[in-house]
């Protein structure tokens, strides 16, 4: 991610550098803000515009997903790029992966077929957790 931010023409900060390792193996989808919040602690320097910046140049160089809102109108950031499932709750905007070896073969199939030249793919479920369906009275279904 770093090279990617060199190529990018941006200075390598200790607040950008703090980004992408924050960013480094992270399941839990942050959003731009929670990254902030987050970084804020131990940068009080750091901008909301920095982490914009640099999530913005991060998925332009193909280094991370941008995700559409889970609920709460926010962006949400994955640094796993492979081809996965995310399932999204609908209740506590909860993201979860879900590995699925079929989604690799399935974009080699639509990069031939299309003669695009594929950057990344996102495949995303949006329904309500188990969690939520205990809270509110429902079993799974």
Request: aromatic share 4%; hydrophobic share 40%.
């Amino acid at each position: 991610m770093l090279g990617a931010l060199r190529a990018a023409g941006l200075r390598l900060t200790p607040q950008r550098s703090a980004i992408c390792q924050a960013l480094a193996g992270n399941k839990q989808h942050p959003t731009a803000q929670a990254l902030f919040e987050q970084l804020r602690v131990d940068h009080p320097t750091l901008s909301r515009a920095t982490v914009y910046n640099t999530l913005n140049t991060l998925v332009d160089a193909g280094l991370l997903l941008e995700l559409a809102s889970a609920g709460n109108g926010n962006a949400h950031f994955d640094p796993d790029v492979s081809p996965h499932v995310h399932l999204v709750c609908v209740q506590c905007e909860q993201i979860e992966d879900v590995e699925d070896r079929a989604l690799a073969g399935l974009a080699r199939r639509v990069a031939q077929h299309s003669g695009y030249e594929l950057r990344n793919a996102g495949l995303a479920y949006y329904g309500v957790c188990p969690r939520c369906q205990k809270a509110n009275g429902r079993g799974q279904r």
